[in-house]
């Protein structure tokens, strides 16, 4: 094979004879801006991903094209660095992200294999992060530095006499004393640098390549290749084991061993001594699966994605990297904090545990004013790399192709200057801004230290960092060009700075925020009852003002969470008043500011009246309880504005109109206090006297099991088959037993001994449960018991089979039960003839086995299936691509598991049809079925499918090109 550059196997020599012949490449542009600490004055890791196709974007201000690459990272700010990505193959070898296949969303796709790295210089930037700067050779001249590296003309290309390799010109070498690649300058600044494998969208073959030891060996192989082009150690980014992540298909729960035998393998193949590391999800329910103790011998570092906890995807506007849960949010147990506790549960190595931190803001647009838990607004797109979607995404401040709803801190902290509103979650530990209705979820050093400081107060090993370039700034000024690589001498990091500060001292000591009041002024006068608003002027140097209390004397009057800070003190009568306001840091440090007096003339406002009407004190309930609160309120000098309910001193709900009510629903069994607290138009408030209830303890579910037949027992059809079973209610007795075969009910008993002789049951395997219900209609269900009836040809019936209850009859089978012929009008299953002919049924009685062509006729017309059977719009049924040009689609519907589909696809005028499949759900949920087209004519279509279970019908439109 030939090419036109540096061949991959002589990466290694390369790099070593270019640090002999060229000591002067140790003096290198790299940028090295004060900063409050290093990695050298602490011992935590600090690992920044650094992504390979970055280097094209030219944003105004913000960077120049070719300004994002190694030479602007701050190296003294990092002790690891993920180049990323190389994706896998179909046949498991690796590949430049560069090839990553376009199309890998649609159904069917796969990722051909491509070269390790892309080597064209005029369409990628892979040389020239790997290699440095460039020198681009069209002849080569006697004692030149290509001659020197064993590079000589050959015809009209070129060869290696240390190598022995060959190529075509153009020829791309590092360039004598110019810009090394990543990992020559990272080395020269004690900096590790690891190759990152697969990624969102390049993970679709994971699942395969680690289970076929062919496929694992080769992707070994490569990163062998990987090593000996000078990388320190691999990071894998599976996206993720057991999951579909965005396009994978092949998973299943056995993606966990074979992610640790693949693990143990890499581990043999590159030695103890370099690194290896991989991604997980930040999700717990995502974690419980893997073996922690056996990927521990394996693995340097466990790195928790812990952003994109909510994002486009949402349905809520909430938090892309929360510290902690807060309330309102989409999903409980769902922030930093709640991954740390899971992974401490399952028994993981916390000393191996780094933490993420992201460089990138999420934006969404909500239904109305944005605010946090704001629901938000779904739209159809179509994006990179995940195809077609529905999302909220911000693409109007966050454009799409650039930033896709995700900016950068960088870009974030330039196009938020003005015109929106900051805000602090004092409880998630995050900003967010609003802007109309646009929602901003990102970080600033605020937060960032937030994190580093929990890493550090949990003894975690550090940080995980989504991206270096995300943080930033002063990149386009005194610019100089290494060839297509830019140099921005004035690059500053404020985010991984602020990291490295907390790791090296906890931070240095918090400035408390400053705060005053502005309004009403000193020694006000007003004329009572009035409505006054307080508003306070409040700022932190060094981070964010969390709140502003704000204070009558000693008493709190309200708290203001975000600028501008203002409470207005409603119903405020007559008297001499002292206001100030307390404000609090991200920090928890707070000042008091001085204090303003106020007088207020008129006479005082009497407060309202209230009492609870329902329930009655000392009533009872039962767990779990419904219990309905009525109040009656009224105010002699104005009105009732609200009437409060609590449950001791927790808050229930608020009714703001008469009559006043409000529904608690849930009740667990214990005793309640129950008051209701009145406020009319002038801010009086007035608690009713108390009211006691009980809600006892909820009813326990009966017991029942089946005693006979024993499990896997078999009969000889037709059978008749005793069904027996025990059944008991600890706190009550029991109202009836069921019995089911599957989903069908076949009897009810409502006097022990529970049982039921099932007879003239046909060939087929069965099973069979019991279900008890007490006396207060709880239910329980049996565990099940298998059986088989075992069949026969259909003796005097000219060799026709019995009917069996697991077999699928279509239009015009036949079938024998019970000594007579049978015919199927249309698709059936588990419907017992005998009980199923008639209008609507599918079943037509033909004959008696032992006699001739009864009253029903050879020649009957097949039916219709029942009208209950009409399309389904429930669920919604989805073919992609549609329309279709290629020999196959997708087919995506909700189904039970367990549960048979029929699948059909018919002309338009026509119920015949030409494809005909049968799926079965291994899972309830979202089904994915390859439709084979190879024999669908052009046309427009009908997708078909039928429920065996519910019978239901649901359809969609097809069209074929």
């Not at 600490?37 to 390979?52: C, F, P, R, S």
């Not at 990992?183 to 600044?189: F, P, R, S």
């Not at 579909?244 to 298909?249: D, E, L, Q, S, Y």
């Not at 279509?810 to 009980?835: E, F, H, I, M």
């Amino acid at each position: 094979m030939t090419t036109n550059s540096i061949r991959i196997g002589a990466w290694g020599r390369l790099v070593s004879l270019c640090l002999l012949l060229f000591p002067l490449c140790q003096a290198t542009a790299q940028v090295s801006p004060p900063v409050p600490a290093t990695t050298a004055q602490h011992n935590k890791q600090v690992i920044g991903y650094i992504t390979q196709w970055d280097a094209w974007k030219n944003v105004s201000g913000i960077t120049p094209a070719g300004g994002y690459n190694h030479l602007n990272v701050d190296y003294s700010q990092y002790t690891i660095l993920n180049f990323s990505f190389f994706g896998v193959a179909q046949d498991g070898s690796l590949h430049s992200g560069d090839f990553r296949n376009k199309s890998i969303y649609q159904a069917g796709a796969v990722q051909a294999p491509a070269p390790l790295v892309n080597e064209d210089i005029y369409s990628s930037w892979d040389m020239y992060l790997l290699y440095g700067e460039l020198e681009v050779l069209y002849y080569i001249s006697d004692g030149s530095n290509a001659y020197n590296l064993g590079y000589r003309n050959s015809g009209s290309g070129w060869t290696n006499v240390n190598t022995g390799k060959s190529g075509s010109f153009p020829l791309s070498i590092h360039k004598a004393g110019g810009a090394p690649g990543i990992i020559e300058l990272a080395h020269q600044k004690g900096v590790k640098v690891l190759a990152s494998i697969g990624g969102w969208s390049m993970c679709k073959h994971y699942p395969e390549m680690a289970a076929d030891s062919v496929k694992r060996n080769r992707f070994i192989a490569g990163i062998q290749t990987l090593i000996s082009m000078g990388f320190d150690g691999v990071d894998f980014d599976w996206e993720y084991p057991n999951d579909p992540g965005m396009n994978i298909v092949n998973y299943s729960p056995a993606d966990y061993t074979n992610f640790a035998i693949l693990m143990e393998k890499v581990r043999a193949a590159i030695g103890p001594n370099k690194l290896m590391t991989s991604c997980f999800s930040a999700s717990p329910s995502k974690l419980a699966g893997f073996d922690w103790p056996r990927l521990n011998n394996s693995l340097d570092y466990f790195d928790m994605m812990t952003y994109d906890y909510n994002g486009g995807w949402s349905n809520k506007a909430g938090h892309n990297a929360p510290l902690y849960d807060y309330p309102g949010a989409e999903y409980n147990n769902f922030s930093l904090h709640a991954t740390t506790t899971a992974l401490q549960a399952l028994g993981v190595n916390m000393s191996k545990v780094n933490l993420g931190a992201p460089f990138y803001g999420r934006g969404v647009i909500t239904n109305g004013n944005a605010a946090l838990n704001a629901p938000t607004v779904k739209r159809a797109e179509t994006v990179q790399p995940d195809g077609p979607i529905q999302t909220a995404a911000d693409y109007t401040n966050w454009a799409r192709d650039l930033y896709d709803g995700t900016p950068t801190y960088s870009y974030i902290l330039q196009q938020t200057a003005s015109g929106w509103t900051e805000h602090w979650d004092s409880l998630a530990q995050v900003p967010y801004k609003t802007k109309g209705s646009y929602f901003l979820s990102y970080d600033n050093p605020a937060s960032i230290a937030a994190k580093a400081q929990y890493i550090k107060d949990h003894n975690l090993a550090g940080v995980i960092i989504w991206q270096v370039f995300g943080d930033m700034l002063n990149m386009t000024s005194s610019t100089v060009s290494k060839g297509k690589l830019i140099y921005c001498p004035n690059t500053t990091s404020p985010l991984v700075n602020k990291i490295n500060e907390v790791f090296a001292n906890g931070a240095l000591p918090n400035k408390p925020p400053t705060v005053q009041i502005t309004s009403p002024a000193n020694n006000a006068t007003f004329a009572g009852p009035v409505n006054i608003a307080i508003t306070a002027a409040a700022s932190d140097s060094d981070g964010v003002v969390s709140s502003v209390a704000f204070y009558n004397g000693s008493t709190l009057l309200g708290t203001v969470n975000s600028a501008p800070f203002t409470y207005t003190w409603n119903g405020v009568t007559a008297g001499s008043y002292a206001l100030k306001a307390i404000a609090t840091d991200n920090k928890n440090a707070s000042t008091t500011s001085p204090v303003i007096n106020i007088t207020v003339t008129g006479a005082a406002n009497k407060p309202p009246v209230v009492s609870i009407t329902a329930p009655a004190n000392n009533a009872t309930y039962t767990a779990p309880a419904s219990i309905t609160i009525s109040a009656a309120a009224s105010d002699s000098d104005g009105v009732v504005k609200s009437v409060a309910f609590y449950r001791g001193t927790t808050l229930l709900g608020t009714d703001t109109t008469a009559p006043y009510s409000y529904s608690w629903t849930g009740a667990a069994a214990g005793g309640y206090t129950l008051t209701a607290r009145a406020t009319d138009n002038l801010g009086a408030v007035k608690t009713s006297d108390t009211v006691h209830v009980t809600v006892n303890p909820a009813n326990v579910f009966p017991t029942v099991s089946i005693t006979t037949p024993a499990n896997n027992t078999t009969y000889t059809a037709p059978a008749a088959v005793t069904i027996a079973a025990t059944a008991a209610d600890s706190d009550g007795s029991i109202k009836w037993v069921q019995f089911y075969n599957g989903t069908a009910l076949l009897n009810t008993d409502s006097v022990a001994p529970y049982t039921y002789t099932w007879n003239n049951v046909g060939a087929g395997t069965y099973a069979l449960t019991a279900k008890a219900t007490d006396n207060l209609n709880a239910v329980t269900t049996s565990a099940t018991v298998n059986i088989t009836v075992n069949g026969s040809t259909g003796n005097n019936c000219n060799g026709i089979p019995l009917w069996s209850a697991t077999q699928v009859y279509w239009a015009n089978d036949s079938a024998v039960y019970n000594g007579n012929v049978y015919r199927a009008k249309w698709w059936t299953l588990n419907n017992q003839p005998d009980l199923n002919t008639g209008d609507g049924k599918p079943w037509l009685l033909v004959r008696a086995c032992t006699g001739s062509l009864a009253a029903v006729t050879g020649n009957a017309t097949m039916t219709k299936a029942p009208s209950d059977a009409a399309d389904a719009t429930d669920d919604a049924v989805v073919v992609y691509p549609n329309p279709v040009g290629a020999s196959d689609a997708q087919l995506r519907f909700h189904g039970n598991k367990g549960d048979l589909y029929l699948i059909e696809i018919t002309a338009l005028n026509s119920a015949a049809p030409v494809v005909r499949q049968v799926h079965t759900p291994g899972s309830k949920g979202l089904q994915q079925v390859r439709l084979d087209l190879s024999k669908v004519p052009a046309g427009t279509w009908f997708v078909r499918i039928v429920s065996r279970d519910s019978g239901k019908v649901r359809s969609v439109k097809l069209i074929k090109l």
